[in-house]
């Protein structure tokens, strides 16, 4: 079964950064799109950044110029860098490996609790 973990949430003050990272289990991570998305308390789950397997992305419009996206095909792993963080980015962040080429199923991580505060 393919184990998503993220770490890397935290406190931060506005206007500072952190970098989360999500490790995946699993076999053919190289073959399946990744993406990281987040649910704020009271608010629907949304997508944040996503990365292809040839290394194309895209980011929602309240996170361009701020996140960056990036994967590790060697590690098994995804990457979501996070700048100049506002109040309306706390959310809890969910790393996401996408269906692809067999296997259709959506793996989901625990989450890490971001918060952006004074």
Do not use: H
């Not at 308390?41 to 110029?65: C, H």
């Not at 996140?67 to 980015?89: C, G, H, W």
């Not at 199923?105 to 505060?117: A, E, H, K, L």
């Amino acid at each position: 079964q393919v184990q998503l973990v993220e770490s890397g949430g935290g406190l931060v003050q506005p206007g500072g950064s952190l970098r989360l990272s999500c490790a995946a289990s699993g076999n053919n991570f190289r073959l399946y799109a990744m993406g990281w998305y987040r649910q704020a308390p009271g608010k629907q789950r949304e997508l944040v950044a996503v990365i292809t397997p040839v290394g194309s992305t895209n980011y929602a419009d309240a996170v361009k110029g701020r996140f960056t996206i990036s994967r590790d095909n060697a590690k098994n792993s995804v990457y979501l860098q996070m700048n100049n963080l506002k109040p309306e980015d706390t959310a809890v962040y969910y790393c996401r490996r996408r269906p692809g080429p067999g296997d259709l199923t959506n793996y989901w991580g625990q989450g890490t609790q971001v918060t952006v505060s004074s």
